[in-house]
């Protein structure tokens, strides 16, 4: 089974302040995705990425995949409340076909 | 385009009783997943189809939970006896498949056994 870490588990910041959301295991993957969830609904994507040492940019969100494609992380620059929500990243395997999730970084950005 | 459908929303039940949910995916979407979220966790994969083939269920209670996707587009996913842990949202996800694995969620289904 492939595990996905991600850290931190809960996130409060302030408007304005930017953060990081880390994504690791020790399996190999050929791409990975993040999502943001919000209450009541279900995940929906942000970004795919792909190449190892890849780097997207969405608006204030820098997505980065890792070298060696077994970690990932999410960079957000002055947050806002929007930005609020459960941030999964989700690992596709080697043979392409399982999509694992890790735990979720629950974010609260305070007005 | 419209979204994943799933019904119920919500739904109630004593334990040892069986429950059904009900999945549409997007059209065209070869891929089909269901997943099991426990409040304040990740998605955990029960089931996937590639179109009415289970690709991966190796996650899933087989001595309590069935799965099935006739003719390769609606699916459901079945408890039976429920137990309290069985209490969780059940998500219904799609894709285009064939190596397409970006997933497209549906609302999901809040399960709650007492």
């Known amino acids: 089974t492939q595990l996905l870490e991600q850290s931190p588990q809960f996130l409060s910041i302030q408007e304005g302040e930017n953060l990081t959301v880390y994504c690791n295991s020790s399996s190999v993957f050929s791409s990975l995705q993040w999502y943001r969830q919000e209450p009541g609904e279900g995940p929906v994507l942000l970004v795919t990425v792909v190449t190892g040492g890849e780097v997207k940019k969405l608006k204030r969100l820098t997505f980065q995949f890792g070298d060696a494609r077994k970690d990932s992380s999410l960079h957000i620059t002055a947050a806002q409340p929007g930005d609020t929500g459960l941030y999964l990243c989700a690992g596709v395997g080697a043979s392409g076909s399982r999509l694992t999730f890790g735990e979720g970084t629950q974010l609260t950005v305070n007005p | 385009e419209a979204g994943v459908a799933q019904s119920p929303r919500y739904k109630i039940i004593e334990k040892r009783q069986s429950v059904a949910f009900w999945c549409n995916p997007i059209?065209?979407?070869?891929?089909l997943y269901w997943y099991q979220q426990i409040l304040g966790q990740g998605p955990k994969l029960l089931i996937q189809f590639q179109n009415n083939g289970v690709v991966d269920d190796s996650q899933l209670p087989k001595d309590r939970f069935s799965a099935e996707r006739l003719k390769g587009v609606d699916s459901t996913l079945k408890i039976q006896p429920a137990k309290l842990e069985d209490s969780a949202v059940y998500l219904c996800a799609s894709s285009l498949g064939w190596k397409r694995t970006e997933a497209f969620f549906g609302q999901g289904t809040r399960l709650t056994v007492v």
């Open positions: 059209s065209g979407h070869a891929t």
